[in-house]
């Protein structure tokens, strides 16, 4: 979106934008966000959004035009003591400096958010009445995850296409545990890896839950504590919450553009103008699915 004529603002405006929308002391202690490499009194004219800091974004970012890539994952999660260009992440920094492209990360603390993550993959599957799953302590507003509601309840079958529908495409696709002809109306969602949350999803009354990066263990256990616990003349396949997992790189996509638009604007009020463009490049990492053809 291109906003009216205005001056451009420093990427420590941009900065500074970006932390009251997604504050630095909500991400969890083991997180590396904010700013990675750039120079705070640049101008940024044009900021470019993606969900990984991979080579396909950051030149994604640079034939753009961009000053500026902000990723919703983190290039340096773990601590290093050289970004020589002998590494692949190495060659990024360097990348991207000589191009005079900076980058930005908002992770977990855009996960907790309000609206974050889990709010816009809420969003565009329709869901109302959004509650955190974990809210943060003394933020009840704030949290990992979200709970709402359907405006009316649907197959699992039927809500599984929604979600599909809703989503970029990926090899992965859709995976569902539960019973197609089940009907479901409050939904859990959490944008990334959510297998964590399993008790907080069974607390919320959720009929199914939509993440990512489901494992075997914790998902075969999920479903089996739900049969055990389901009520009085219920089908094996009637235990809830049902399961539907996704993409991690697609659950967490549709953060990006709300995340633009609302930087565009906040720094409008302030006179400045930037364009933010919301790549649509898939770094989801699998790029081939063969389906199982043993007996």
Not at 36 to 43: T, W
Not at 52 to 75: F, K, S, Y
Not at 97 to 125: F, I
Not at 262 to 281: F, I, K, N, P
Request: net charge negative; charged share 25%; aromatic share 4%.
């Amino acid at each position: 979106m291109i906003p009216p004529d205005g001056a451009p603002p420093t990427l420590q405006q941009v900065t500074d934008a970006l932390e009251v929308m997604h504050p630095l002391d909500r991400a969890q202690p083991w997180d590396a966000v904010g700013l990675v490499c750039g120079d705070p009194d640049a101008p940024v004219r044009r900021v470019h959004f993606a969900v990984d800091p991979v080579e396909a974004a950051v030149e994604e970012a640079i034939a753009a035009g961009a000053d500026l890539l902000v990723t919703h994952h983190p290039l340096l999660l773990r601590p290093v003591s050289s970004v020589a260009a002998t590494t692949f992440k190495g060659r990024l920094v360097h990348r991207a400096v000589r191009a005079g492209l900076a980058l930005y990360v908002a992770h977990t603390n855009a996960d907790a958010g309000t609206p974050g993550v889990s709010d816009a993959l809420a969003r565009v599957l329709d869901l109302d009445d959004l509650l955190p799953l974990e809210p943060l302590p003394g933020r009840p507003e704030l949290g990992i995850g979200r709970v709402g509601n359907l405006a009316a309840p649907e197959r699992l079958g039927d809500f599984a296409d929604r979600v599909a529908r809703a989503l970029p495409e990926t090899e992965q696709g859709v995976r569902v545990a539960g019973d197609a002809d089940a009907l479901v109306q409050r939904v859990a969602v959490c944008g990334g890896s959510g297998d964590g949350l399993f008790d907080r999803v069974r607390a919320s009354g959720a009929d199914v839950y939509v993440t990512a990066d489901l494992r075997h263990h914790p998902a075969s256990e999920a479903r089996e504590r739900a049969r055990f616990e389901r009520g009085p003349g219920e089908g094996a396949e009637s235990g809830r919450p049902f399961l539907v997992d996704v993409a991690h790189w697609a659950s967490e996509w549709p953060w990006l553009a709300g995340c633009a638009d609302r930087l565009v604007v906040a720094l409008a009020a302030d006179g400045r103008t930037v364009v933010a463009h919301v790549s649509t490049t898939r770094t989801d990492p699998w790029t081939l699915r063969v389906p199982s053809r043993g007996e």
